[in-house]
């Protein structure tokens, strides 16, 4: 997978890149500011008071998807109106960007996961005293950084109130200040990182961006009405448009058929008997807009992820009949572990394969060597202070809310590191990374212990545990394609990055005002049925158990981690050694850590058909069939967006296209 690249000059582009010319204009920065609050208002309402849609929780998000479509739309019509050259392929990715800036904000893993947990341990503490939190961690909570009013927090439970009601807003002031500081402290470091990953992933190493496969055909200045006049783009389209559109009329009208071998469909539900009976739930559903994605994904990572989510599967078979499994208690077969390991892994590999790339990066920076602009040295000098000056913040943040320094940095290192690896993944591979089971504080109980960490430290990195829980999310893949999209649309980098930052500021504060308004209107736990009252849950039921029962220094979990670890070393050295090998590493690292529990049986479809019609018809025949994949995704995404629009101005939990 992650070869060693040979040294920067070596590998080096032919060509230099287009002079990139602007896309950051006024009008567009306009056009996406407009629409930041609409989105995360919107993002709110069908995700977490009706939860119809999750559109955050794909690595390709739904709404920006169907957003963009419109604008595209109405900027031919208007251009077409007036006889006048509409927005440019750059101003019309701006505008994307800029929405998927506000999605990555507003979204169900992160902004969303704060809200239901920044209030969740003093209110649980209200309404079950006998469970005694105040007394077991209360003394080391880090107050400032959550909501402890009780007035506040029954108004913004139970509803039929208003975030401005006097005394309200005073006791969420504080803790959103210091956590928006928090998070754009981690945009700078992302922000930093990419900006020095994108020499080497965009020009030497070319990784495909599969995941701006659609916005660019969309917006494509010379391409995009054949896109979009295209026969196989609105096949495709019509196809999953159609599947949606029945499936969402069953709601409303339960006499319409329902498809449901399209959402999760247990094959293993009538699986009774051991040890067959150990393989658990195994839905298989048919996504069309999966199944598009799919089609973009390398065919060797589609097999491995569809292959080692079976080959989990046997694993579980394999450990009943065996009768290893019996101690349930400790885990076995450990897949968080292993997927613990083998994510590391991954990401220390990408990091190793490019050691000479950032030596000589370093080198550009300090002025000991020319870089192949002008401006590489600029960059280079502003992305390593970003990164470390970020990254010593983050540290410094996590001692004051109550870790000792080194847990601090140990916290961190894993986060980041996490972080290269999921934008790696997207980057060459844009498939899902819902890396459940894998978060920096169960590695460091697994590694160290609740007896060594301490009470204080178990409270504090359960105190950050709703940024850690899935990361779909992540900020720092989607800036990883924005750069990728601005090479495409010529879009000026440096106004990008300010952008970025800018964005990402007001996308915090709109998602801030979305989730006060839609709660405190309608309830948390009264009326909102997407609310992440679990989130809060998993935090401190989780600690609460930590901290009564204890969990030592684990070596089991140590074990599993370390073969996680060793199966993703082998298979990467494979990958390297022999061209013809086709097991993946991220895949592996993909199906045992749940991000393949969805997508397995659409990735074994997309595999299978990518796969017959490059050997029966060539690369011609595959490309024929681009716009038609790329038509699944788009059709998918703009029935999937209609309902979410349609169910909540009638009231109803309506049908969504995933989950």
């Known amino acids: 997978m992650y070869q060693q690249t040979a040294p920067h000059k070596a ?19 306009l056009i996406g500011l407009l629409l930041i609050p609409l989105h995360a208002y919107w993002i709110t309402v069908f995700e977490v008071r009706w939860y119809s849609l999750d ?38 990715l701006v505008v994307y960007i800029i929405l998927v800036i506000s999605g990555v904000f507003a979204s169900h893993d992160i902004l969303q996961n704060l809200f239901g947990s920044i209030g969740h341990a003093a209110r649980t503490a209200q309404t079950q005293p006998a469970n005694n939190w105040e007394a077991l961690f209360f003394r080391y909570m880090p107050w400032w950084l959550f909501v402890r009013d009780r007035e506040a927090l029954r108004g913004f439970y139970q509803g039929n109130s208003s975030p401005l009601t006097p005394g309200y807003l005073a006791a969420w002031i504080g803790p959103l200040a210091w956590w928006a500081l928090y998070l754009m402290v981690l945009v700078v470091v992302f922000l930093s990182a990419s900006v020095l990953l994108r020499y080497q992933w965009t020009r030497n190493e070319k990784l495909t961006f599969p995941l701006v496969q659609l916005p660019l055909a969309m917006t494509a200045e010379h391409d995009s009405l054949k896109f979009l006049r295209n026969r196989m783009t609105w096949i495709g389209f019509g196809v999953a448009f159609l ?37 658990g739930y195994t839905p298989i559903s048919m996504y069309p807009f999966m199944i598009g994605l799919g089609y973009f994904v390398p065919l060797d990572l589609s097999f491995s992820c569809w292959f080692f989510y079976v080959a989990r599967k046997a694993w579980q078979v394999f450990g009943a009949a065996t009768g290893m499994d019996a101690a349930a208690n400790r885990g076995f ?91 790696r993944v997207r980057a060459e591979l844009g498939s899902p990374h819902e890396i459940y089971f894998v978060n920096p504080q169960q590695i460091m109980v697994n590694l160290f212990g609740t007896g060594t960490l301490g009470p204080a430290n178990l409270t504090v990195i359960s105190a950050f545990y709703w940024l850690h829980r899935c990361y779909r999310s992540h900020p720092m893949p989607a800036q990883l394609e924005s750069f990728k999209m601005a090479e495409s649309g010529r879009i000026n980098i440096g106004r990008l990055i300010v952008l970025t930052l800018v964005i990402s500021f007001v996308s915090i ?49 140590i074990a599993y981690m370390a073969v996680g670890s060793g199966i993703v070393l082998l298979l990467s050295g494979m990958r390297g050694a022999f061209l013809w090998w086709p097991f993946h590493p991220a895949g592996y690292a993909l199906a045992v850590s749940f991000a393949m529990d969805y997508f397995w049986f659409c990735m074994l479809i997309a595999w299978l058909v990518k796969l017959l019609l490059i050997r029966y018809g060539g690369m011609r025949t595959h490309n024929l069939f681009i716009p038609f994949f790329l038509g699944m995704i788009l059709g998918d995404y703009t029935i999937g967006s209609i309902w979410a629009i349609v169910g909540p101005l009638m009231g109803v939990q309506n049908y969504k296209i995933f989950i």
Not at 11 to 29: D, F, H, M
Not at 56 to 85: E, G, H, I, K
Not at 247 to 263: D, E
Not at 357 to 378: I, L, M, N, P
């Open 11 to 29: 590998s080096q582009p032919t060509a230099s890149p287009r002079r990139a010319i602007g896309g950051v204009t006024a009008r567009a920065v």
């Open 243 to 279: 599947v949606g559109a029945i499936n969402g009329l069953n709601v409303f009208f339960p006499s319409v058929p329902y498809l449901a071998q399209v959402k999760q469909y247990d094959i293993a539900q009538g699986i009774t008997s051991r040890p067959w009976n150990a393989v």
């Open 509 to 557: 504060l709109a998602a801030y005002w979305a989730n006060l308004t839609v709660t405190y209107h309608e309830g948390a736990s009264a009326k909102c049925l997407g609310y992440k009252s679990w989130v809060g849950a998993e935090s401190f039921n989780r600690l609460e158990t930590w901290l009564n029962v204890g969990q030592p220094r684990d070596m089991a979990r």
């Open 55 to 92: 559109s955050t929780c794909l690595p390709l998000m739904v709404t920006p998807v169907f957003l963009l479509f419109c604008v595209v739309l109405l900027n031919l019509a208007v251009a077409r109106a007036f006889r006048a050259p509409g927005l440019t392929q750059g101003e019309l």
């Open 333 to 423: 077969p450990y897949f968080g572990e292993q997927a613990s390991g083998a994510w590391i892994t991954l990401g220390l590999v990408v990091l190793y394969a490019s050691r000479s790339y950032f030596r000589h990066a370093w080198r550009v920076a300090a002025g000991r060597e020319k870089g192949e602009s002008a401006s590489d040295g600029k960059w280079f000098r502003l992305a390593f202070m970003g990164l470390i000056g970020g990254s010593a913040l983050a540290i410094l943040f996590g001692a004051k809310a109550g870790m000792s320094l080194w847990v601090s940095v140990v916290f961190f290192a894993i986060y980041l590191t996490l972080s290269v690896t999921m934008a």
